[in-house]
């Protein structure tokens, strides 16, 4: 089945501590995403990547960092920096960046720091 | 800049009644729209879109009209399942070369039977 993975599903860490958030994809997309979800809040973009080994920052990019060595992966970092790390975050990807590409979304990480 | 704006929840419908969620966005030019779906403790579900002014998206007899005169995509169905409860997510995408999907904030959907 081609898919969007993310793991794990909860992550609990301790404050202060760097976590890191894994994206998988084998839909053979392009691009890559990360969004931030919020109680009560739409999602915001955090990062994207349009091909491998190039990424771009989104909305609140601060107090994160990605890498996209490989198509398929897209891990997400979130650094002691980040003052409210915890959240939903969503991964997603699409063929490529043109206005007809539908993004398709992985099924999330819930993150709380303690 | 982008921005949508949806009907606030929590809307609470009984089985089988007809359902609208409103959506309007303001953009520059003419931005791609989007319905999402988030069931509870997944992610998002692409609903259905629609690229242009006057075109319908449909999918799982849900429906939404992009009218540009009223820059509104309303989300209808006309008779509503307990598997339909849910949160939606209205979205924009502008066509300027920029990536970013543009979300509202979300309605949450119950439906009882």
């Known amino acids: 089945d081609g898919g969007i993975t993310q793991s794990p599903k909860y992550l609990f860490r301790k404050e202060g501590q760097n976590v890191t958030l894994s994206c998988e994809q084998n839909?053979?997309?392009?691009?890559m995403y990360w969004y931030r979800q919020d109680p009560g809040q739409g999602l915001r973009l955090i990062y994207y990547?349009?091909?491998?080994?190039?990424?771009q920052k989104g909305d609140i990019a601060e107090g994160y960092s990605v890498s996209r060595e490989k198509k398929e992966s897209f891990p997400l970092t979130v650094t002691s920096a980040q003052k409210n790390p915890t959240a939903f975050y969503l991964c997603a990807s699409s063929i490529g960046t043109g206005e007809w590409d539908t993004q398709y979304f992985g099924p999330g990480t819930r993150l709380t720091v303690l | 800049g982008d921005s949508v704006t949806q009907m606030e929840g929590p809307v609470t419908l009984s089985e089988e009644a007809f359902l609208t969620i409103n959506c309007t966005y303001t953009?520059?030019?003419?931005?791609?729209l989007f319905w999402y779906v988030q069931y509870p403790g997944e992610g998002l579900q692409l609903l259905l879109k629609a690229t242009k002014a006057d075109d319908k998206g449909s999918n799982k007899g849900f429906e939404a009209t992009y009218r540009k005169e009223t820059t509104s995509f309303h989300l209808e169905k006309g008779s509503v399942q307990v598997s339909d409860s849910a949160v939606y997510f209205c979205?924009?995408?502008?066509?300027?070369?920029?990536?970013?999907?543009?979300f509202g904030t979300g309605t949450r959907l119950t439906i009882i039977p």
């Open positions: 953009a520059t030019g003419y931005p791609s």
């Open positions: 990547s349009q091909i491998v080994n190039d990424f």
């Open positions: 979205a924009l995408r502008d066509n300027f070369g920029n990536e970013k999907l543009t």
């Open positions: 839909l053979n997309h392009d691009a």
